[in-house]
C-alpha cells in the first residue's frame, strides 16, 4: 500500500504543526500498519517531535526510523527532518508566560506529600483547559452545534468517567430543545439505543484510554446507519474520532489514575453555549418556562416562602 494523505507537492515548511497533526489525523486509516504506528505516536506525543531524534523517537514508538520518513512524505515533506521543523520552531519562539500562575503553582508544592499532589492536580487541570481552547476553534464548534440543532434527533453517550458528563449534557439540552436525550437508557447498552438510528441523527459520543469497546461499537453501527458523528476523545489516532464528522481531542491528562474531566466539562459546557446561541428564539423561551414551573412548584429554595 502506498501512503498518501496530501499531494505529493511539498508542504511549506513553515505549516503550523496543528494543521500537520489534521492532515495526519485525517488520513491514518489509509497508512501501512508500521506507518499507522509511528503517525499513531506523533499525534499522541506531538511534544517529542521537536525535541528528540528520529532514531529516539523510533525507538519510543517501538517502529524503524524509516516508517517516521514515510509517515513525514505521507504528509507532503521530503523527509522527516523537514517534518520536525515547524514542530521545532514552536519550541524556539515558545509559549506565552504566565509567571504569576508559575509562582501559585509552585508555591502549592510546600508542606508535604499531600501539598505536592494539590500542585500536581491544579497544574494538570490548567493545563488540560489551557491546551483544549488553544486546539479548539469556533467554527468547528459551531459546525457540531448546527448539526446537533438540526438532527432529528441527538444521542448523547458516555460510559465510565464520562458517564456523568455526558448525561449532564443532555439534560441541560433538553431544557432548550427536545430532540436530546443520553444512551444508554435503563439497562440496555449503547447499540440498543441506536438500532432505530439513521440519516438526519446525531450521536454525540465520548471514550478516552483505555477506549469503551461498547462506544467503539456504537460509533461503528452509527456510522453504517448514515448517523452523523460529533466524537470526543483524548487522542487523534482514537478509533471513535476516526470515524467521527466533527472530532474534537480532550486532554483528560492526570497524576491520578482516572482521566481527568475537567476540560471535557470545559467543552461540552461551551458546546452547550454553542447550541443555544444557534437555536431559535423559542429556545430562551423553554429554558425560562422551565424555570418558571420550578418556582411555580417550588422546587427551588425561596427564603420568603419556604415549605413547610
Known amino acids: 500500500m502506498k501512503e498518501m494523505i496530501v499531494p505529493s507537492t511539498t508542504v511549506d515548511a513553515a505549516a503550523a504543526p496543528a494543521g500537520v497533526l489534521e492532515r495526519l489525523a485525517a488520513g491514518l486509516e489509509t497508512l501501512t500498519p508500521q506507518v499507522r504506528k509511528a503517525a499513531a505516536y506523533v499525534l ?8 528528540t531524534s528520529i532514531r529516539e523517537i523510533a525507538e519510543s514508538a517501538d517502529v524503524k526510523p524509516n516508517s517516521f520518513v514515510r509517515m513525514a512524505r505521507a504528509v507532503g515533506f ?3 527532518d523537514e517534518f520536525r521543523q515547524p514542530f521545532r520552531d514552536r519550541i524556539r519562539e515558545g509559549r506565552e508566560n504566565y ?5 501559585w503553582l509552585q508555591s502549592l508544592s510546600h508542606g508535604g506529600k499531600l501539598a505536592g499532589l494539590y500542585k500536581a492536580m491544579a497544574e494538570a487541570s490548567l493545563a488540560n483547559i489551557e491546551s483544549l481552547y488553544s486546539a479548539a ?3 468547528s464548534l459551531k459546525r457540531a452545534a448546527d448539526a446537533i440543532l438540526a438532527a432529528r434527533q441527538t444521542f448523547v453517550l458516555g460510559v465510565g468517567v464520562a458517564h456523568a458528563v455526558a448525561r449532564n449534557f443532555a439534560y441541560l439540552a433538553g431544557m432548550a430543545v427536545d430532540n436530546v436525550r443520553a444512551i444508554p437508557r435503563d439497562d440496555g447498552i449503547p447499540i440498543d439505543s441506536i438500532a432505530r438510528a439513521g440519516q438526519g441523527d446525531v450521536l454525540l459520543a465520548m471514550t478516552f484510554r483505555p477506549y469503551r469497546r461498547e462506544v467503539v461499537e456504537a460509533v461503528a453501527v452509527a456510522r453504517d446507519r448514515g448517523v452523523s458523528i460529533v466524537g470526543l476523545s483524548d487522542s487523534p489516532a482514537s478509533p471513535v474520532l476516526l470515524r467521527a464528522d466533527h472530532r474534537f481531542v480532550i486532554p483528560v491528562d492526570t497524576p491520578q489514575f482516572f482521566a481527568s474531566t475537567v476540560a471535557l466539562a470545559a467543552f461540552l459546557e461551551t458546546l452547550m453555549a454553542f447550541v443555544i446561541a444557534d437555536a431559535d428564539p423559542e429556545a430562551i423561551e423553554n429554558i425560562e418556562e422551565f ?4 418556582r411555580e412548584f417550588g422546587i427551588y429554595w425561596d427564603e420568603e416562602s419556604p415549605r413547610p
Open 44 to 51: 499522541e506525543n506531538p511534544n517529542d517531535v521537536g525535541v
Open 78 to 80: 521530503d523527509g522527516y
Open 99 to 103: 509567571p504569576d500562575r508559575v509562582r
Open 137 to 139: 476553534d469556533a467554527q
Open 291 to 294: 424555570h418558571r414551573r420550578r
